[in-house]
């Protein structure tokens, strides 16, 4: 991969993980318009760094959110920063049994079938359509809630199933307030992604060669500094506008991506 498509992909990432449009679906329509020929376990780690970086950049826009989170696992005390925490683990779950299960079944749908992303991207459109039209309340996230929501995470592994789309989205749905929802959604990924790569790294299972370690130390840098800067004002964009917006988008580019991969 060159340093430049590195540095396009990881800027695409940054900027759409923080939108309901799927950021990993993105990803694999520039792999395929940048004619990126990695295998998919190269793809599907190059990915994987992408998300780290963007997780990082979550962690740095949300760092009170996190140290609350952090104080409430390691305190003693049943309050409501305990619960808030719980229920991140809660929704973890579903998400990471998927990914051990299934980890190398998943490898497959990242190598550029960019007709796939396109079907799912026409998912995504539909839930974000629902979610549009469902009644505002003000309710939080209950502890089964979190799981469903954590259930809609482990779909959205798929590329073209926004993961902030269906999370959010399922969040409404239920019932809860589209603002807590937002905020639920972008912390409750933050562990997964930094599970996943502590796991990949004390398992042996990344290795970076010499030819690829620099494009891809690109990438993670354009999307850190990308995700710092969209995660401070499009937060704010997906808490306040339609998510029908959003539903438009991505019913266009999943029918454009659907077209141009049958067509290809």
Not at 74 to 99: C, D, H, R, Y
Not at 191 to 211: R, T, V, W, Y
Request: aromatic letters at 10%; charged letters at 15%; one cysteine or more.
């Amino acid at each position: 991969m060159e340093i430049i498509d590195a540095i396009i992909l990881g800027i695409i990432q940054g900027l759409t993980e923080f939108l309901p449009v799927s950021s990993s679906g993105h990803l694999e329509l520039g792999k395929a318009i940048l004619g990126d020929q990695s295998i998919p376990e190269e793809s599907l780690l190059f990915t994987v760094v992408l998300h780290f970086a963007t997780a990082l950049s979550t962690i740095v826009v949300f760092r009170k959110d996190v140290k609350e989170i952090l104080v409430g696992l390691f305190q003693f005390k049943w309050n409501e920063q305990t619960k808030f925490s719980l229920k991140i683990v809660i929704s973890m779950i579903p998400a990471a049994l998927v990914g051990l299960i299934f980890e190398k079944e998943l490898e497959s749908f990242f190598g550029g079938n960019v007709a796939f992303v396109g079907y799912m991207l026409l998912i995504t459109a539909l839930l974000l359509y629902l979610a549009d039209k469902a009644k505002e309340t003000q309710k939080s996230v209950s502890y089964l809630n979190a799981f469903v929501i954590g259930v809609s995470q482990a779909i959205a592994i798929l590329p073209g199933i926004s993961r902030s789309g269906a999370t959010i989205s399922t969040s409404v749905l239920l019932g809860v307030d589209k603002t807590k929802a937002a905020r639920f959604s972008f912390l409750m990924v933050v562990p997964l992604i930094i599970g996943k790569m502590a796991k990949d790294i004390l398992g042996g299972e990344i290795h970076f060669q010499s030819d690829q370690s620099i494009a891809m130390g690109a990438g993670f840098l354009s999307a850190f500094f990308a995700g710092l800067v969209a995660c401070t004002w499009m937060i704010q964009l997906v808490k306040k506008s339609k998510l029908s917006y959003f539903a438009i988008y991505c019913f266009i580019v999943g029918c454009i991506a659907i077209g141009f991969g049958l067509w290809a």
